[in-house]
């Protein structure tokens, strides 16, 4: 299965089979991303990145094709995302994907880019249906009950900003360079989290939603009061804001699991997954360790290669719809 991404700023192809054993593997996986191509911009720029994913598309499929070792006659289906993201980008990809598949007369499978992240775990894991998936991403923070392919069950989510983005407007108001989260979280490491009080939004809340708009605004605040920031200020900034969304975020899934509980059958071991970019941070792993560790439940965090936005996902979910007869 081939499979294709391009739903934001990074352009990806990646092959990935199931072997003998019934394991799936993945034989290659390329990811060109264009963050220096919307770096003077401090985010993406939707025109920028569908033209950077015209121009690197083919040359993407060329490589994944040629680290797998495999022809294109020998690929069986063609997935490519399809949505959300940004239109310039998912035509690009579902396009190329559509033509490599009439002209090799096989199936093509649009994509929905949060079902690659939700399957991720079982594609590196071989984790088994039903699990909890966390998605912390740049566009979105969900928690979501996965009881199977195609079946989502939606059991919070943000009510104003996504983590990943709070990340990245608390490193710009902070001066930090894009993308935010690894700017924030190597400043983290220096800082002392204790010397600014900040918010732990939606801590106590009976709902599973997220709320980060108001931490951030909390964070300007102190900014501004401390102004002009020295570089230990911007430490100091950035562990307590870290340090705010991770209990922020321990404390919802802590909700989460005692109500998983309840829907699993007695003896079933709980499982959480993770997915997205703010994934890959240590800070959040580490609240999502302890969270899990409360709940005896097991915590499967994939590679950070494959928790932020790749292709591998994509071929893996389309393999699945495959497999399970699900072509259009
Ligand atoms: O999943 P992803 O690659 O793209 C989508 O949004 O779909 O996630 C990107 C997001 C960005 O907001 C980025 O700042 C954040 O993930 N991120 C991090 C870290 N690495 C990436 N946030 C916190 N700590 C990190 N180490
Ligand atoms: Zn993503």
């Known amino acids: 299965m081939l499979g294709l991404e391009s739903s934001c700023d990074e352009t990806a192809a990646s092959i990935v089979a199931r072997g003998a054993d019934g394991t799936a593997r993945i034989l290659s996986n390329i990811v060109y991303s264009q963050v220096e191509d919307h770096a003077a911009y401090g985010g993406v720029v939707p025109e920028i990145a569908a033209r950077a994913h015209v121009e690197a598309m083919d ?12 022809r294109i006659d020998a690929l069986d289906a063609v997935a490519a995302t399809t949505g959300p993201g940004l239109v310039g980008g998912l035509i ?5 994907g559509r033509a490599i598949a009439a002209a090799r007369d096989i199936p093509f499978l649009g994509i929905n880019h949060l079902e690659g992240h939700a399957l991720t775990p079982r594609l590196t894991d071989g984790i088994a249906y039903p699990y909890l998936l966390l998605l912390v991403s740049g566009g979105h923070s969900q928690i979501i009950l ?59 809340d009976p709902r599973l939603d997220f709320s980060f708009s108001g931490l951030k605004t909390a964070v300007r605040l102190a900014a501004e009061a401390a102004s002009p920031l020295s570089d230990n200020d911007v430490a100091d900034l950035s562990a307590a804001f870290q340090a705010a969304a991770a209990d922020s975020l321990g404390d919802r899934v802590d909700r ?12 079933t071991q709980a499982v959480l997954a993770v997915a997205g970019g703010v994934a890959a941070n240590q800070a959040i792993r580490a609240a999502l360790t302890a969270a899990t560790a409360r709940h005896g439940a097991q915590l499967v965090a994939p590679p950070a290669a494959l928790c932020t936005d790749n292709a591998a996902m994509i071929a893996y979910a389309g393999l699945e719809r495959l497999e399970a007869g699900l072509i259009p």
């Open 256 to 267: 989460a699991l005692a109500r998983l509980r309840t829907v699993l059958p007695a003896g």
């Open 92 to 96: 690009v990809g579902a396009m190329t």
């Open 59 to 70: 040359g993407i499929v060329r490589a994944a094709l040629a680290e797998a070792a495999i």
């Open 146 to 204: 996965v009881r199977g392919l195609g079946q989502y069950e939606r059991w919070g989510t943000t009510i104003d900003d996504a983590l990943g983005e709070a990340f990245d407007k608390t490193a710009k108001l902070l001066g930090l360079p894009h993308p935010g989260g690894p700017s924030v979280e190597r400043m983290a490491s220096a800082g002392n989290a204790a010397r600014f009080r900040l918010p732990r939004p939606m801590k106590g």
